[in-house]
């Protein structure tokens, strides 16, 4: 499957949405926002912290760093 160049990630859309907030965002917000699963979200996540791009504040809040 080709991705159109410029266009978003479904990573690059979390990222995006965590950023946009100054005190974190939970998992619950980001399925809103974007429509994912739980299981999709936590899997961006994971990579995400990995990166070390996002921060857990508490237990499903995150921020970026």
């Known amino acids: 499957k080709k991705r159109a160049v410029g266009s978003a990630t479904d990573t690059d859309k979390v990222l995006k949405i965590i950023a946009g907030s100054k005190k974190g ?3 619950a ?3 809103q926002k974007t429509g994912y699963n739980q299981k999709k979200i936590a899997n961006i996540i994971y990579r995400l912290r ?3 791009k996002i921060k857990s504040v508490d237990k499903g809040v995150y921020t970026k760093l």
């Open 25 to 27: 965002v939970g998992t």
């Open 50 to 52: 990995k990166q070390k």
């Open 29 to 31: 917000a980001i399925m």
